[in-house]
């Protein structure tokens, strides 16, 4: 199984120093107030808001604020969102995909196609993209729950198809039909000690593409666009930095 990839470790990073903490936890408390209308406010019985539940809990957002959601998708307060699924092409030629959940498709739409053409970047159709991309599931883990070789083993016996871990954390990795098994299976090795970071379904690339100077800072200016825009819940790149390029663009 491989170390952690320089792509994951491009996500991580845009992770943590472009999305701020409120639009994250407004993201995430959306996805629990979708989740609790379309399948119920129990989580037992609803697999995608204890998905949610369990993404808020890993960035700390308070419980008030969970619950809250809860009720709000229980209330008929919650919007009827529908999930639409964006990809282009920006620049350098990085692939991205969007995923949004949204109660207006025209307004959608209209916000991504224009972040994307006037940041150098051209929104496609579906599957133009998306072909060199992989979804699978990904749990990620702290540094607590282990050692590499620890985790690793874990993850294998859990069903998991690939781990990667660096100094940060651990991210595994599961087939998308095999990632509600490898979830259940890996929080019962771990028990209560060491809970999820996050766990979701995402886009991995199969192969990335280099991208530096120019190209480099309008593809994380369109990006960051996206991602501050109300109706995206994530966005994937195959981008490929130089480890010299993100020093530069971390103003390192």
């Known amino acids: 199984m491989a170390g952690h990839s320089k792509w994951a470790n491009i996500q991580h990073r845009k992770g943590k120093q472009d999305k701020k903490r ?3 936890f407004a993201r995430l408390s959306k996805e629990i107030t ?12 609803n697999p995608r808001l204890r ?40 620049p350098g030629g990085v692939g991205i995909i969007i995923e949004a959940s949204t109660d207006n498709k025209n307004r959608a739409a209209t916000d991504i196609r224009t972040a994307f053409s006037k940041n150098g ?13 992989d979804q699978l599931g990904e ?9 590499a070789d620890e985790v690793m083993e874990a993850a294998i016996m859990a069903g998991a198809q690939d781990v990667e871990s660096d100094e940060e954390g ?3 990795y599961t087939a998308r039909e095999d990632f509600a098994a490898v979830s259940n299976a890996l929080a019962e090795t771990f028990g209560a000690k060491v809970e999820p970071t996050s766990a979701k379904i995402i886009w991995k690339p199969k192969v990335t593409t ?43």
């Open 22 to 24: 409120a639009v994250l």
């Open 210 to 252: 280099p991208v530096s100077g120019d190209a480099a800072d309008q593809l994380m200016k369109l990006l960051d666009v996206l991602d501050e825009l109300d109706d995206v819940q994530n966005v994937y790149d195959n981008s490929e930095l130089s480890e010299d390029e993100m020093a530069r663009l971390a103003g390192g």
């Open 139 to 147: 749990i990620e883990y702290p540094v607590s729950a282990g050692t």
């Open 34 to 45: 979708v989740a609790s209308k379309m399948g119920g406010p129990d989580p037992a019985m």
């Open 170 to 172: 651990h991210w595994i």
């Open 51 to 90: 998905l949610a539940i369990a993404n808020a809990k890993g960035v700390s957002v308070p419980k008030d604020n969970i619950q809250r959601a809860i009720d709000k998708g229980q209330s008929g307060g919650g919007a009827d969102y529908a999930d639409i699924r964006y990809e282009g092409v920006g």
């Open 121 to 133: 970047g051209a929104l496609g159709t579906t599957g133009s993209v998306s072909f060199n991309f």
